[in-house]
């Protein structure tokens, strides 16, 4: 019988692709568009028109003050009829119902659409 060990030269090598396709497995980027069952369920109900997973979102904070700045952040997005919903998995970033639609302004910049949050010196977009 075979032992599992190995002394020859190329079980070092053989360990080391072993170790980096565990690690690459682990750091890989995961999706963001988990949703609860529950959550799911209530947008199907609704009738979803629109659906992108792990799209880059720019987060904008401290506009026009000194210490403006922005990030890219992922995020996946689901439309319906009546709902949009900003989320990174179960974690919401925004969501727009017609009872919180009074909140935000949603605009088109060229390309992009913007959502912007609050009022004044707290507005985020």
């Not at 995961?30 to 609860?36: E, G, I, N, P």
């Not at 009738?47 to 506009?63: E, L």
């Not at 009546?82 to 605009?107: C, D, M, Q, W, Y």
Request: with cysteine; glycine share 8%; hydrophobic share 40%.
């Amino acid at each position: 019988m075979r032992s599992l060990r190995s002394t020859g030269a190329g079980s070092g090598a053989l360990l080391a692709s072993l170790l980096l396709a565990v690690a690459l497995t682990a750091c890989r980027d995961r999706s963001t568009a988990r949703l609860a069952p529950a959550v799911e369920s209530r947008l199907a109900a609704e009738g979803i028109v629109c659906r992108a997973a792990d799209q880059t979102f720019r987060y904008s904070f401290g506009t026009g003050a000194r210490n403006a700045g922005w990030e890219d952040r992922r995020a996946s997005i689901v439309v319906t009829h009546s709902t949009v919903l900003i989320h990174k998995n179960e974690k919401v970033g925004i969501e727009i119902t017609p009872a919180t639609a009074e909140r935000f302004s949603v605009e088109r910049s060229g390309p992009r659409i913007r959502i912007r949050a609050g009022q004044g010196r707290s507005a985020e977009i």
